[in-house]
């Protein structure tokens, strides 16, 4: 390969099976020589690690820089709590009061202080963790417990993980903040679902999330049946790309239930994640 690649295995709600196939799909690229990275952003439940088992070479935090106030600076003209769009930062009765767990950390109240009252410090949201299973460069992070603010932690872990020829981005569940933040700037998002009228309507979510941010995406249904074409007929309907359907197989829940990998444990399932590379490959290259 010669161009980098970077693709996103999202899905509307959890459960639809997006960590197994993004685990086994970076288990397909690495077999099949790609030099690839697997980059497991759901930072508050990360658990491609226990299939992949992999040797953490590299710790660090990932830290939100939040406001310290100089109370003897201060003349409380309450210009920091009028640009803070989060109340992180307030002036009450002359008293400036912040919030850390809610501060964002853009900077914005440092910059409008008249009177550079305003000085940093860091505050840590979690841990970066990186090595590598096999042949697989690993990186993940871990959001530190009863800690609201994962998009730092995420676009850390994104940080980190974006320099192999194809990174894979395991991205938290749903559409809200964190997910923006897993997937700004992929090649390609892959939206994983399961053919039932849950999942469906969560993919729909999805998809508006997707069209919005102008990302190329594409669906891949996962335990689906020959009889059920409620996925294909949605796909149709808002004319999206299927690009596969990974067949509903209880070889592959076993596998998953043991912390294998269908890919190296379930017969035929080596050819199935080959070609679903292939097809996500070509879609991302379009
Ligand atoms: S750094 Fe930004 S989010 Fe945090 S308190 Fe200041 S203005 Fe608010
Ligand atoms: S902007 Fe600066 S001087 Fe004004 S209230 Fe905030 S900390 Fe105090």
Known sequence: M??????????GKGGTGKTTVAVNLASAAAAAGYEVCYVDCDVEEPNGHLFLNPRIRRRYPANVPV???DSERCTACGACGEICQYSAIVCINKNVLTFEKMCHGCGGC?????VAAITEKDRETGVVEEGEAGQIAFVHGRLNVGEAMSPPLIRAVRAA?????????????GTSCPVIAAIRGVDLVILVTEPTPFGLNDLDLALDMVKELGIPHAVVVNRSEPSNNLARNFCKEREVKLLAEIADDRRV???YSRGELAFWS?????????????????????
């Open 2 to 11: 010669t161009t980098r690649l970077t693709i996103a295995l999202a899905s």
């Open 67 to 69: 406001p310290v106030v």
């Open 110 to 114: 440092q910059l409008v202080c008249p």
């Open 161 to 173: 993980g974006q320099n192999k020829a194809l990174n894979i981005i395991d991205v938290p569940p």
């Open 253 to 255: 829940a076993e596998a």
């Open 266 to 286: 379930a017969p035929g399932y080596q050819a199935v994640f080959d070609d679903l590379l292939s097809s996500i490959v070509k879609e991302a290259r379009k």
